[in-house]
């Protein structure tokens, strides 16, 4: 197969939109893209601080990349998960990528331990908790991530989710049809309230493929092992059923999450924002009046004492959730 613009021989082909790039032809247009979705959902304005949330992988060192290339004052975190062990350091090999991009871009890196911040680490939050890890791990992701980008005073907080990621997301909240999380899965959400940080997620229209070709093409160098929780999680499940879908008809994905972002008013209107409260301790936004951040603060508090008084008593594990809390909510 040929370029589409210069016909020399082809580097990624592109079944979805029927055409295939060179090496030189495909950054073009992969830039051009990034930067049209960037302007189109009007994601940032001149002057804007943002926070790429990064975690080691492809999508978001490569974000980080081309958020600063737009000369966008662009600043790292990393939430350090404890993940991982002597053989598979996985939390480790993230920051030491982030690390790494964040010498090459010159720009700072704010790293943050979940460890320091609970008194736990993720995988001992799932003992303590009683809940599956990835809840935990989505709960204290959300909440430190909303919190340092209003304390270091950023203006929008940008995260890696590409089309993959959307769609798996999108496909769980059809399937259960929770109007709240339709009407809320955005590709921006706006800042609302003085504690709810603006959130964008420029690489949405980007598969998982594209934003691979991408990074290897122009030598981002990231973390490739995948998380160790991460088997048999549902949205892997998901993502392996559309990509069958995909292989069998290319552009089914873009168009499942074309069509929703066209329609997605109907939900919007359906169910609208509900008002904010704040947390009674933490004065962050939330549904109740303590939010669960802080409730699993307390959690693990209240297990440390446990230890001195005797071993919990075991009890079932939880579901994980489909997708996040609705509305962009801490807790
Ligand atoms: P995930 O929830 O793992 O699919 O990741 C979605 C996005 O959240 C990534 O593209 C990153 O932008 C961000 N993210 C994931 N893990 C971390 C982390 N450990 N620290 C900071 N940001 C993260
Ligand atoms: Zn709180």
Not at 131 to 148: A, D, F, P, Q, V
Not at 267 to 286: D, G, I, N, S
Request: with cysteine.
């Amino acid at each position: 197969m040929k370029c589409r613009i210069c016909r020399k021989k082809a580097a990624v082909k592109l079944p979805s939109h029927n055409t295939a790039f060179c090496k030189e032809d495909y950054l073009w247009w992969f830039q051009k893209n990034f930067r049209r979705t960037v302007k189109r959902f009007r994601m940032f304005k001149a002057g804007d601080r943002v926070l790429v949330g990064v975690s080691g992988g492809k999508d978001s060192l490569a974000l980080w990349r081309l958020l600063v290339e737009i000369d966008l004052e662009a600043d790292g975190l990393y939430i350090a998960q404890g993940i991982g062990h002597d053989e598979l350091p996985y939390s480790d090999l993230g920051e030491d990528a982030c690390r790494e991009m964040a010498g090459k871009l010159g720009r700072p890196l704010k790293v943050v331990r979940v460890l320091a911040e609970t008194g736990a680490s993720v995988p001992e939050l799932e003992g303590i908790l009683r809940r599956k890890i990835c809840s935990s791990c989505g709960l204290t992701k959300r909440y430190l991530m909303n919190r340092e980008a209003l304390e270091g005073g950023y203006d929008v907080l940008a995260t890696g989710h590409n089309l993959d990621d959307e769609i798996a997301m999108l496909f769980a909240n059809v399937l259960t049809w929770d109007l709240q999380r339709l009407a809320h899965q955005s590709p921006v959400s706006p800042q609302r309230g003085p504690k709810l940080i603006k959130k964008v997620k420029p690489l949405c229209h980007f598969s998982e493929r594209e934003v691979l070709a991408y990074t290897m093409l122009s030598g981002i160098r990231t973390m490739r092992e995948d998380c160790p929780h991460a088997r048999g999680a549902t949205s892997i499940k998901h993502k392996e059923l559309f990509s069958r879908l995909e292989r069998d008809s290319p552009g089914s994905k873009r168009r499942f999450y074309k069509e929703f972002l066209r329609n997605r008013e109907i939900f919007e209107q359906a169910k609208p924002p509900a008002e904010l409260a704040y947390c009674h301790r933490c004065a962050m936004p939330t549904t109740n009046e303590v939010c669960s951040y802080c409730r699993l603060l307390h959690r693990v508090a209240a297990s440390k004492e446990e230890v001195h008084d005797g071993p919990p008593k075991p009890r079932k594990i939880e579901p994980e959730p489909a997708s996040p809390a609705p509305s962009g909510l801490c807790g």
